[in-house]
């Protein structure tokens, strides 16, 4: 399977994103990639509006558009998007919450994965205003099954395992709009290899592009993009990595690689409880 990282900065026009999205299927499409992936908050910029007031739900304008795309290109497409969920009352105030949600369409797929873990941490707060999800969602990609997972969840093993473990997970997709500040480099290096690792599957992670690129590096400008995309063996080997800015990368996935891997390394079946 190939499959192509589209890494580039949304911004805050929906519309504006979309066209961009769906010039890049073509492009990866050109390329030979079966599975196209783009960012976390591509359909919208974190930090650029209100997010309750664009978001759609999977039968709406943004994901059938690409959905249509998907289907022109004969691809499969993992995109970042938000959708409505639900609606409570905190301290007086009405918060239309939403879902953080990785659309996967194509090849007769058409669903979404919620944000499980939401991201608390570093001074922010996603949960004020998103709804955590509950289920793990895994799909099968040219008879390869893949699983998804956004950002934040990078940093809770578990559930990569229990994807490896309990779906028959052989790839996870990841996309991430990760914060930049002191050492997020090096987190986010550690984190993504060692998923893949815990797991031994291949981890496809598909970032924003550092607003600002290389020359704004290492300031903490909150979820907007670290860039550093990857693909990434199940050994924890990167086969493919993206810098600062945007760019695409084409990688080939070998599915027999998580077969000798995990046979070398049977950590999926040996835990013990503590």
Aim: aromatic letters at 6%; one cysteine or more; a negative charge.
């Amino acid at each position: 399977m190939k499959v192509s990282v589209e890494q580039f900065t949304s911004g805050p026009v929906v519309g504006d994103n979309l066209a961009v999205m769906v010039a890049r299927i073509g492009e990866a499409a050109a390329a030979g990639a079966d599975l196209v992936v783009f960012p976390e908050a591509a359909m919208k910029a974190f930090n650029s509006g209100r997010l309750d007031e664009v978001a759609e739900p999977l039968d709406g304008p943004f994901a059938t558009a690409l959905a249509a795309a998907a289907a022109t290109h004969g691809v499969v497409v993992v995109a970042g998007m938000f959708t409505p969920a639900d609606v409570v009352e905190r301290e007086g105030k009405t918060i239309r919450r939403i879902h953080n949600t990785a659309l996967v369409t194509g090849g007769g797929i058409h669903t979404g994965y919620n944000k499980i873990h939401c991201y608390d941490a570093f001074g922010f707060r996603e949960s004020d205003t998103v709804k955590p999800g509950g289920s793990l969602v895994a799909v099968d990609v040219n008879g390869t099954r893949v699983g998804l997972a956004i950002c934040y969840d990078l940093r809770f093993p578990e559930q990569f395992i229990a994807y490896a473990r309990e779906e028959g997970v052989r790839v996870m997709v990841v996309p991430t709009s990760f914060s930049d500040g002191p050492g997020k480099l090096e987190q986010w290096r550690l984190i993504t290899r060692a998923r893949a690792l815990d797991s031994t599957c291949w981890l496809v992670a598909a970032g924003q592009a550092r607003p600002g690129g290389a020359d704004k590096a290492g300031t903490d400008d909150g979820p907007t993009g670290l860039g550093f995309s990857a693909v990434i063996d199940p050994t924890g080997r990167p086969v493919a990595e993206a810098g600062y800015g945007p760019q695409r990368l084409i990688a080939d996935i070998d599915d027999t690689v998580v077969d000798s891997v995990r046979r070398a390394l049977p950590v999926l079946g040996a835990d013990r409880q503590l």
